[in-house]
Structures are given as C-alpha cells and as structure tokens.
C-alpha cells in the first residue's frame, strides 16, 4: 500500500543526514543540512511540508548526551515538541544511520533512548530505517543490492533490521539528479505503506508513563543506596540483620537495573557502583561473621581449659570435688 499523506519523524545521532533527509523526502532544500557535519546551530525540531508528508527533524531525540534511561530535559524537551509539530500523530519513525559506518554502541544507546522516550515498540510498529550516504555504497562498485547487503547484516544492526521488518531504505542525499531522488522516495513509500496504524497521543501517554514509573522507581533505590553508603561511611551498621536488610535492597537495585540495561550498556554505570557497594558490605558482613565465630571458639577454648585445669588441680591435691560438694550439703541443712 502507498500512502498518501502522513507525518515523518526524523531521529538518529547528530551529523547521520536528518536534515537532508528531510529535504531529500520533500524534494527541496528547506532544512538546513550542516556541512561540517557538526551540530547545528539551532537544535529544536523543525518542521516541513510538501502538501503531502510533513517531516518533523527531531533533532536531539536519539542523541546520546544525557544519561537518564528516560532521556529526561533535553531530549525529552525535544520529543515533546517534535511530537507537537507531529500534531501528536507519527505515520513513522525515520531513524536515520549513515551507510558505511558501524554499527556502535552509540547508535544502540540512540535506539534505547528512542524507545524509552516514544516506548519498548516503536521501531517494531513505525521505524523505518534511512541509510544516508547511499554514494559510498554505489561507489564500492560491488554488484550486491541494497536489499541482499541488508539481509547479510548481523549483531545489533540485524536485529534492529529484524525489529523494523527489514524496512530499510538507502539515500543519496547528494545526488541532484531528479530520476535518482524520485527512486529513493519511491522506495520509501511502500515501507511507510506497511504500517496501518499511526502513532498517537495513547501510546505517547503509555510511553510517558512507562518512562516516569521507571524514574520514579530508580530514584527511590537510588536514595536507598545512597543511605546504606552514608550508613558503611559512619560505620552505623552493628548487627548482620541490618547488614542482610541493605543487602536484599541493594541487590533488587542492581536487578533493576540489569533489567533495564538490558544489555545496552546504558546503565553500566549505575550497575558498577551498586555491585561496587554490594561487595563492600558483603566483605563487612562476613569479617562480622568471621568475628562472632572466633569470640564463640575463644569461650569454648576458655571453658574447656578452666575445666582440665580444675580437674588437674583435684587429682593433684587428691580430693573428690563431690566430697566438698557433699560436706557443703550437710552444712547447709
Ligand atoms: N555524501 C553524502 N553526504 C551526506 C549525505 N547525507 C547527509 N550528508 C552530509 O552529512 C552532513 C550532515 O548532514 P545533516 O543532514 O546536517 O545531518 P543531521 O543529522 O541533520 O545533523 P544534526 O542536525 O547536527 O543532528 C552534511 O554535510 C550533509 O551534506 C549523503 O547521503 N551523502
Ligand atoms: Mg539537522
């Protein structure tokens, strides 16, 4: 099926060609494309129309500046407005990777930020992937087709391809000849034509409040690790209950996490500095236990040598402890 209208949103990482993109899918020069590559001087959405598609650049959305699983300020600032322009429905996604360059964990992590931002499905139900730089790949000269080069692809890259259903499209965003830009675009289109249903303000909500549970959620064990470290600091902790307790938090935290991370390497981080924590008190609780079981050794030993040595001490002075035992009994009574 072929669309015949629908609103484009443009993401992937700085300098991948958004904004040519953009121009290449409109058929003019109206985004400002940078030549060096570099950021651009204004880097909030835009947004253009050529009577058929409205393209929204979403500059900034899959940037991997911020550190936050939700991609809180800046990107989420981003996403708001793009999805705004969008008039809060997305036909599709238009990730945007450059041809020629790996795969790297930068492009995962921008992908990672994506879903948390629009949720875990996006680029399974909207992602169509545009790969820029189409001129490096005719100019290898090899006779593969783009499609085959796709389905040879592996690791990440391929099950992003898998996710996407293998809607992916090449682009030469320098070509200026008219035959090749109509081509690309028409291969575009029956990529948008697979997704029926567009992208609106319910899964922008359930996205959102996905993302604010999952702040909310890591905030808290945040302020919990940061408690039990302040705790091991002033040496607050005096029995292995307490120690077990902060324990048990800190490893859900780190299972948390590990969840979340979900392999990305986004939450490493956060990921050493609980397994940091959680080796330290480990190494505290089992110095206490070491400890506890010499001082119960120590009085054992103490008890048995009182013993031998009270034992020795009749048999050397040749007297019954029970004749002294008896002679005290009849005293008494
Ligand atoms: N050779 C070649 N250059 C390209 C292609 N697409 C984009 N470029 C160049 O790549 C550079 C960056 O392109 P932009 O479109 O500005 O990239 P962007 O993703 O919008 O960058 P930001 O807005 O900074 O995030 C520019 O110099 C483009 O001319 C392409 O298909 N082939
Ligand atoms: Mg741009």
């Not at 964990?105 to 875990?120: F, P, T």
């Not at 697979?194 to 409040?209: I, W």
Request: aromatic fraction near 8%; hydrophobic fraction near 35%; include cysteine.
């Amino acid at each position: 099926m072929v669309p015949e209208s629908g609103n484009l949103l443009l993401a992937g990482r700085t300098g991948n060609g958004k904004s040519s993109t953009g121009n290449s899918i409109l058929g003019d020069e109206i985004f400002t494309a940078v030549s060096s590559g570099g950021a651009e001087e204004n880097n909030s959405p835009q947004k253009n129309s050529n009577g058929i598609f409205t393209v929204v650049d979403g500059t900034g959305i899959g940037d991997t500046g911020d550190d936050s699983i939700g991609g809180t300020t800046a990107a989420l600032a981003s996403t708001n407005l793009a999805f705004k322009l969008c008039d809060c429905v997305i036909t599709a996604l238009i990730f945007v990777l450059k041809f020629g360059v790996r795969f790297t964990k930068q492009e995962k992590d921008a992908v990672q930020r994506i879903k948390s931002l629009l949720g875990e499905n996006i680029f399974k139900t909207h992602g169509v992937i545009v790969m820029t730089y189409g001129d490096n790949f005719n100019r290898s000269g090899d006779s593969l087709s783009f499609d085959s080069w796709c389905k040879q692809q592996s690791g990440d890259f391929k099950d992003l391809l898998i996710e996407c259903n293998f809607r992916c499209v090449l682009f030469n965003n320098r070509s200026k000849d008219r035959t090749v830009q109509e081509e690309q675009r028409r291969h575009l289109l029956p990529c948008i034509g697979q997704l029926r249903t567009p992208y609106t303000l319910e899964d922008y909500q359930k996205a959102s409040v996905r993302r604010e549970e999952i702040d909310a959620k890591l905030k808290a064990f945040k302020q919990r690790s940061r408690q039990i470290d302040d705790n091991l600091t002033n040496r607050s902790y005096t029995s292995e209950r307490e120690y077990i307790g902060a324990l048990n938090d800190l490893r859900a935290h780190l299972h948390y996490l590990e969840v979340l991370d979900n392999y990305t390497g986004l939450m490493q981080d956060s990921i050493d500095s609980v397994k940091n924590l959680i080796a330290i008190l480990e190494n505290e609780l089992l110095a206490m236990v070491a400890n506890r079981r010499t001082k119960k050794i120590s009085w054992k030993l103490i008890g048995i040598l009182i013993l031998v040595g009270a034992t020795a001490t009749f048999k050397y002075f040749d007297f019954n402890p029970l004749d002294i035992l008896f002679s005290i009994l009849r005293y008494a009574f």
